[in-house]
T-cell receptor
Framework: GAGVSQSPSNKVTEKGKDVELRCDPI?????LYWYRQSLGQGLEFLIY????????KSGLPSDRFSAERTGGSVSTLTIQRTQQEDSAVYLC?????????????????FGPGTRLTVL | QKEVEQNSGPLSVPEGAIASLNCTYS??????FFWYRQYSGKSPELIMS????GDKEDGRFTAQLNKASQYVSLLIRDSQPSDSATYLC????????????FGAGTRLAVHP
């Protein structure tokens, strides 16, 4: 079946503009995650959705960042008043939550990412 | 102490050799671990998951989990130049729900 998809694949914007990044998870996956990866760095957790609710927003770097998920499917990450330090690859992942509760953590499958460049 | 730690490398091995990648974790209660491979400019892709103590083999890859010592490793046999990538180790978040904590990754270079 189809994997995780993200759009746009590349986004170039000017400092101060707002951007919206979209993630379409694997069909049937109830958990959705957003990460950020700066050049040469590891994955930085941003936010986790279980269904439409976000029990963990601890990774959002500032109040300029927000995310929503509707219908338990597509998620949008919005960055307001972008800054140059926001330039990074934004990765989305989804998992099925089938194993959780039995002591196992479900595999996360990643989308191709959105490369954001703030000029 | 970070929850999941890896040596950043680079780890350089000759083609055909065994590459050994290691990862340590802090939460003794962790039960699930994952190895992801990430090529430059690409997103992480799952190589293996391991839930039980011992070894798990899949082709040229073997994952090893030692819960007593709190480490997990990935062995790549007959290393190929195409294996050159960054390998990310991930384990469960200790806060009690379905979230993974990723190590910073180990860069592997396989030279002909």
């Amino acid at each position: 079946g189809a994997g995780v998809s993200q759009s746009p694949s590349n986004k170039v914007t000017e400092k101060g503009k707002d951007v919206e990044l979209r993630c379409d998870p694997i069909s049937g996956h109830t958990a959705l995650y957003w990460y950020r990866q700066s050049l040469g760095q590891g994955l930085e957790f941003l936010i986790y959705f279980q269904g439409n609710s976000a029990p963990d927003k601890s990774g959002l770097p500032s109040d300029r960042f927000s995310a929503e998920r509707t219908g338990g499917s597509v998620s949008t990450l919005t960055i307001q008043r972008t800054q140059q330090e926001d330039s990074a690859v934004y990765l989305c992942a989804s998992s099925s939550l089938r194993g959780y509760g039995g002591g196992n953590t479900d595999t996360q499958y990643f989308g191709p990412g959105t490369r954001l460049t703030v000029l | 102490q970070k929850e999941v730690e890896q040596n950043s490398g680079p780890l350089s091995v000759p083609e055909g050799a065994i590459a050994s990648l290691n990862c340590t974790y802090s939460d003794r209660g962790s039960q699930s671990f994952f190895w992801y491979r990430q090529y430059s400019g690409k997103s992480p892709e799952l190589i293996m998951s391991i839930y039980s103590n011992g070894d798990k083999e899949d082709g040229r890859f073997t994952a090893q989990l030692n819960k007593a010592s709190q480490y997990v490793s990935l062995l790549i046999r007959d290393s190929q130049p195409s294996d050159s990538a960054t390998y990310l180790c991930a384990g469960p978040f200790s806060g009690g729900y379905n979230k993974l904590i990723f190590g910073a990754g180990t860069r592997l270079a396989v030279h002909p």
